[in-house]
C-alpha cells in the first residue's frame, strides 16, 4: 500500500510539474505575443511619418494618403511594403493568439471581439497593403481616384480597407461588451467604450478632410488613434491574470 500511495504521490507531482511548465509556456507566448503587437504598431506609425517624409517626388506627407507610398511608381517600397506585412501578421497574431485566450472562458461563447481587431485596419488592413497596391499616387502627374484602382490590385486594396475599416469602427464596443461578463476585465470595460466614441470621431474627421491640406495628417492622427488602443490592449493582457485555456 505504500509503494501504491508513494507511486500515486509521484503521478500527482509530475502531473502537476507538466501543467505548471504548459502553463508557463503559454504565458511565455501570450507575453511574446503582445510584445510583437506592441512593436508593430510603433513601428506602423513610426514608418508612416519617416517614409512619408523620405518619399518627396511631389509628395506631401500633409495632403496624401499613407496607402500611396505603397502604389507601383511610390519610391520607397522597399521600406514601406515589408512594414506593412509584418506589422499586419504581428497584430494578428496577437488578436489570434493572445487576446482571444484571455477573453476565452468555458461558460462563454467564443470572444467575436477579438476577431474582430484581427480583421481590424491595424491587422488585416496593413498585410492586404503588402499585396495589393494602387497603381499609382496621387501626387504623380494624371493620377486620379479610378487610375489609381485600375488594376484589379488597386480595387481590392480599396475593397480589403473598407473591409477592415467596419470590424475597427465596431471592436472597442465588442470589446466592452465581452469585459463586463469578465471580472477581470470588467473595470477596462467603460474606458474601452469611450476609445470607441474617439474611433468614430477621428473616422468623422478624416472623412471631412478628405481632399484637403490636411487629409494626410488627420489619417495619420487616426492611425495613432487606433494603433495606440492596440498597445493599451496589449499592455493590459501581459497585466492581467492568465486563465486557463478552454478545453
Not at 22 to 37: M, Y
Not at 51 to 69: F, P, T, W
Not at 158 to 169: D, H, K, R, S
Request: glycine residues 10%.
Amino acid at each position: 500500500m505504500t509503494a501504491v500511495a508513494s507511486g500515486r504521490t509521484v503521478g500527482i507531482m509530475v502531473t502537476t510539474r507538466t501543467v505548471e511548465q504548459a502553463g508557463a509556456g503559454r504565458r511565455q507566448r501570450v507575453v511574446a505575443l503582445c510584445i510583437g503587437a506592441v512593436v508593430a504598431q510603433v513601428l506602423f506609425v513610426g514608418a508612416a511619418l519617416v517614409v512619408g517624409a523620405l518619399e518627396g517626388h511631389g509628395y506631401q506627407a500633409a495632403r496624401h494618403d499613407v496607402s500611396d507610398l505603397g502604389a507601383l511608381t511610390a519610391h520607397h517600397v522597399a521600406i514601406w511594403l515589408p512594414v506593412m506585412g509584418i506589422t499586419g501578421a504581428l497584430t494578428m497574431a496577437f488578436a489570434i493568439g493572445a487576446l482571444r485566450p484571455a477573453l476565452s472562458r468555458p461558460d462563454l461563447g467564443p470572444p467575436i471581439s477579438a476577431w474582430l481587431v484581427a480583421v481590424s485596419l491595424p491587422a488585416l488592413d496593413n498585410l492586404g497593403d503588402a499585396f495589393f497596391r494602387l497603381d499609382c499616387r496621387m501626387a504623380d502627374a494624371g493620377c486620379t481616384a479610378a487610375a489609381s484602382t485600375a488594376s484589379w490590385h488597386g480595387k481590392m486594396h480599396y475593397a480589403v480597407f473598407f473591409l477592415a475599416a467596419i470590424p475597427t469602427l465596431v471592436a472597442p464596443f465588442a470589446l466592452a461588451r465581452r469585459m463586463t461578463r469578465l471580472v477581470e476585465w470588467l473595470d477596462l470595460a467603460p474606458a474601452v467604450r469611450r476609445f470607441g466614441l474617439v474611433v468614430i470621431a477621428g473616422f468623422v474627421v478624416t472623412l471631412a478632410t478628405t481632399d484637403t491640406g490636411v487629409q494626410g495628417w488627420t489619417q495619420r492622427g487616426l492611425i495613432a488613434i487606433v494603433c495606440g488602443g492596440i498597445v493599451a490592449l496589449a499592455l493590459q493582457v501581459v497585466r492581467r491574470p492568465a486563465t486557463p485555456p478552454r478545453g
